[in-house]
């Protein structure tokens, strides 16, 4: 590799490791070790064909997310361990009760299965669409949708504070009985 390219991969790892470190945190179940090893093959693997990459972070964060697969599928058989301990948080500080939020959203993420947390993660922290994440999980659109249907509705159960179990309870929140009409 060229000095320059070696420069710029040196500088692209100081500017986004922070934020993929939070990826790889939220893709492990809050293993920060593994984090740091998914992370750590991830930019190894980019590293080697860094002269090729046109858009690094898209590529890191995709290597990522199929390694983090492989793995699942590899342990299958093995229990989950989960750590209850936070990442580092990277910028500001919110209320106290978004900081109790965050902890029960981390700790309930924690009580996912594999496959639930993966489909959470990537559609609504990485914010991608349906057919990208079925892609990279290698399975149909479908199962992502009901999947996260399911996670959601669990999330729901592990934290109240996040929303109504069921939409069925919320179509029932936002409906009048015959005594309001009265009264």
């Known amino acids: 590799m060229e000095a320059t390219s070696h420069d710029e991969f040196r500088e692209f790892v100081a500017m ?7 990826l790889a945190v939220l893709l492990t179940g809050g293993d920060r070790h593994a984090a740091e090893d998914l992370l750590q093959i991830a930019l190894m693997k980019a590293y ?4 090729h990459i046109e858009q690094p972070e898209a590529y890191v964060r995709q290597i990522m997310y199929r390694q983090q697969v492989n793995r ?6 093995r229990a989950e361990t989960t750590v209850p301990v936070l990442p580092e948080s990277g910028g500001e500080a919110g209320t106290e009760a978004d900081s109790e939020l965050r902890i029960a959203l981390w700790a309930a993420l924690g009580k996912l299965t594999k496959r639930q947390r993966a489909v959470v993660v990537l559609r609504y922290f990485e914010d991608l669409p349906e057919a990208e994440v079925a892609a990279l ?3 149909p659109v479908g199962t992502v949708r009901s999947t996260a249907y399911r996670s959601l509705a669990k999330l729901r159960l592990l934290v109240p504070e996040l929303g109504p179990e069921s939409p069925a309870e919320q179509v029932q929140s936002l409906s009048y009985t015959p005594k309001e009409v009265q009264g």
């Open 16 to 22: 986004r490791s922070t934020a993929l470190l939070q």
């Open 72 to 77: 699942w599928r590899l342990r299958r058989h």
């Open 48 to 51: 080697g064909r860094w002269t």
């Open 137 to 139: 999980l290698r399975c």
